[in-house]
């Protein structure tokens, strides 16, 4: 029924929808909700404290390690393994705790709803990318071993848009030339694949 009533605020048919749309509405769907339960502000701030806890535990683990060493008479190779788990961590939890206070702020002036509602949006255009990203590496496969195009993604209300959403948004995706590249060292081992099929079917 909710199905039906948003195809037809779109002018869309139900009939013009294949599974490919089911396929991406679905963590679409899942992406919206958590976005909008989570807020804008812990969205960011999960990805702020992946990267800020990988960089400051790639650059500052060895002090930490080196302290661990002191304290518990540890071996040079556990100590650097803890230290970078501990010092990676101690960052993501300190982003965390930052975004918290800055979240109860944000609600004490009433901006409540505008964080809940950017949230949703943050979180359908990063599974958007994320989708966008799966979609071509498949797609580049495909090109070489066609599997996905006899499921006719073409047919697709949601296909096309996704696929093409990463590499607008992050031209290095296609100005790097890497799926090119990549082209040139599979194509022969497929190649290979596939004249052995074909000798075992002789």
């Known amino acids: 029924m909710y199905v039906w009533l948003a195809c037809q605020s779109f ?6 929808f294949n599974h490919w749309d089911i396929i991406l509405f ?23 404290a992946l990267i800020a806890g990988v960089y400051v535990a790639a650059n500052f683990s060895e002090i930490v390690g080196a302290q661990l060493k002191s304290w518990f008479e540890l071996e040079g190779t556990w100590s650097g393994y803890l230290a970078f788990i501990l010092t990676f961590v101690g960052v993501v939890f300190a982003v965390y705790a930052l975004a918290k206070i800055l979240e109860k702020a944000v609600n004490l002036v009433a901006l409540k709803l505008v964080n809940k509602l950017a949230g949703l949006v943050f979180g359908i255009v990063k599974m958007a990318l994320i989708l966008s990203i799966v979609l071509n590496i498949v797609s580049w496969f495909d090109h070489l071993v066609p599997v996905m195009s006899k499921s006719e993604p073409q047919n697709s209300l949601l296909f096309e848009p996704i696929l093409k959403s990463a590499p607008t948004i992050l031209p290095i995706l296609t100005e790097s030339g890497w799926m090119e590249k990549a082209e040139e060292v599979a ?3 497929f190649e290979m694949e596939g004249e052995g099929l074909e000798d075992d079917n002789d």
């Open 187 to 189: 194509a022969p081992l």
């Open 11 to 16: 002018n869309f048919e139900p009939m013009d």
């Open 26 to 48: 679905i963590p679409l769907l899942f992406a919206a909700w958590k976005g909008f339960s989570k807020g804008l502000i812990i969205e960011l701030a999960s990805i702020a």
